[in-house]
């Protein structure tokens, strides 16, 4: 039988954020609610020794899909706040940050106030999703494993909210997305092993309940193998199509590196963000992600490779003003 060692994938989403944009509402008008896609990226920049780049710009990324030049409408860098990329007025000029984050109080126009106020939200953190393998493949190495994730939740400080998750045969949602890490690390603890594995079927369950949530989204995978033995090949595409890093442990020192590299590439990502310019393509559209300058060459860009839109959505209702109760005059008598 393949030896079998502990492995952590980290995957990190990119979301569509759907806003609301309507008419001001007055009597006998129609509202067109329109919602409007902007696409998150989460992109980690290397030197060619392995080092995060840092204080980077907006102004030194290069975003295209489907070949498409996109234009960067926000943008941080790892723990500070996302903000606005203000249009400048000359176009040879490279778009500035905003000196305001995104709270939702920085346009006058009702409209803009409301497209910022959920940005504001979404983008406040990291939602981390931590999937443990609770299998009989993991009887060795169990009581390590645990250690190792509630180290992790106890390390982070950034992320607005963590979930865990555990999985032998079938997914156990031990605590929802919560803010309280204590909550967090008693899910983790009243763990046990035991049973067949079944990680796909998790994972995929793991991945629909991040994605109803707006934000950046980490999906953190505890592993000791699927359903069937694996190759390290299956588990390197699924963290690069995802922008994320797949890390094979052998020993209990190795997975506890693992998730400091993990917390370490949370706390160096930059934030990038776009609107999608017309697209006919409805299908799967592929982003690519660069850096301008000759001195950025040898730099590595990790990131999503790209999306399937969702159908776009427009609604039409009609603005009904209250009726009256007229006064009913009272008789004479």
């Known amino acids: 039988m393949a030896k079998r060692f502990p492995l952590v994938l980290m995957a990190i989403s990119v979301f569509l954020l759907g806003s609301v944009r309507g008419m001001t509402e007055q009597e006998g008008e129609t509202n067109i609610r329109v919602e409007v896609d902007m696409v998150q990226l989460n992109v980690a920049v290397m030197d060619s020794k392995g080092n995060y780049v840092t204080g980077l710009k907006p102004s030194d990324f ?10 960067v409408a926000t943008f941080g860098e790892g723990n500070e706040a996302t903000r606005r990329v203000t249009a400048a007025a000359d176009e040879d000029k490279p778009g500035q940050l905003s000196n305001r984050p995104l709270n939702g109080a920085s346009d006058s126009s009702e ?3 409301e497209l910022g106020s959920e940005l504001g939200s979404a983008m406040a953190g990291a939602n981390v999703f931590i999937l443990f393998d609770t299998s009989n493949y993991m009887y060795r190495g169990f009581v390590f494993a645990q250690d190792a994730i509630a180290e992790f939740v106890r390390s982070l ?3 607005d909210r963590v979930a865990f998750y555990s999985y032998s045969r079938d997914l156990s949602r031990a ?7 204590n909550q967090v690390l008693r899910g983790v603890r009243t763990t046990v092993a035991g049973d067949d594995a079944a990680l796909y079927n998790a994972l995929l369950m793991t991945l629909k309940d991040a994605g109803q949530n707006t934000g950046r989204k980490v999906v953190v995978v505890v592993s000791n193998g699927p359903d069937n033995p694996v190759s390290s090949t299956v588990f390197k595409r699924m963290s690069a199509a995802t922008g994320g890093e797949a890390y094979f442990a052998k020993t209990w020192r190795e997975q506890q590196k693992a998730f400091a590299s993990i917390r370490n590439d949370l706390a160096h990502l930059y934030s990038v963000s776009y609107y999608p310019q017309p697209n006919p393509n409805r299908g799967w559209r592929t982003i690519t992600v660069k850096l301008k300058g000759e001195r950025m060459r040898k730099c590595r860009i990790r990131t999503r490779n790209g999306y399937r839109p969702e159908s776009s959505r427009v609604s039409a209702e009609r603005v009904v003003p209250p009726a009256v109760m007229e006064p009913t005059p009272a008789s004479s008598n």
């Open 175 to 181: 605590t929802t997305l919560t803010p309280d890490r």
């Open 111 to 113: 409209t803009s106030s």
């Open 157 to 159: 400080d950034n992320p």
């Open 62 to 71: 290069e975003v295209t899909e489907d070949g498409i030049a996109q234009k």
